[in-house]
């Protein structure tokens, strides 16, 4: 498959539905950076009328995902990917069209590289901010990938 927004969503409503039924949608993505967004909706709302915390985790989830997902790839290996740790934090309600972005391709990159080289297992930390239409952070996500060479 090539990586592209588009496909990305096609993707999401096949294999991932709850994000896509909540609204995940991937807007952009290029060799350093993914950005997805989701809006605040009936759907996906808690029972404070704000995004549910959970649906935010998915959007920021997918937006460092799609990277790594594109990059194992263009590898031409056979890698294996799993999230091991999240570290989440909220500020704010959010409410509205709230904009996920990742801009860490090169730790990727460098990632991928070391256990291609190394034949070992990869950690690394990729970081999503949410950020609403006033520019405002309302939420931050970290997640630990692992990256392994499949025998």
Not at 50 to 68: C, D, I, K, P, R
Not at 106 to 125: C, H, L, M, P, S
């Amino acid at each position: 498959m090539t990586f592209t927004p588009r496909k990305l969503n096609l993707f999401l409503a096949f294999k991932l539905p709850s994000a896509f039924l909540t609204g995940v949608r991937t807007r952009f993505l290029d060799d350093q950076r993914c950005v997805v967004v989701v809006k605040h909706r009936w759907i996906n709302q808690n029972p404070f009328r704000s995004m549910f915390w959970a649906v935010q985790g998915m959007a920021a989830e997918l937006s460092t995902g799609a990277l790594l997902m594109m990059k194992i790839k263009a590898s031409n290996k056979s890698i294996s990917m799993l999230v091991v740790n999240n570290k989440a934090s909220f500020s704010k309600k959010a409410k509205g069209l709230i904009t996920f972005s990742c801009n860490q391709g090169a730790v990727v990159d460098t990632a991928i590289e070391k256990a291609i080289v190394t034949g070992e297992g990869q950690r690394f930390y990729l970081t999503a901010a949410g950020v609403d239409k006033h520019g405002d952070e309302v939420s931050s996500f970290e997640f630990e990938w692992s990256v392994k060479l499949k025998s």
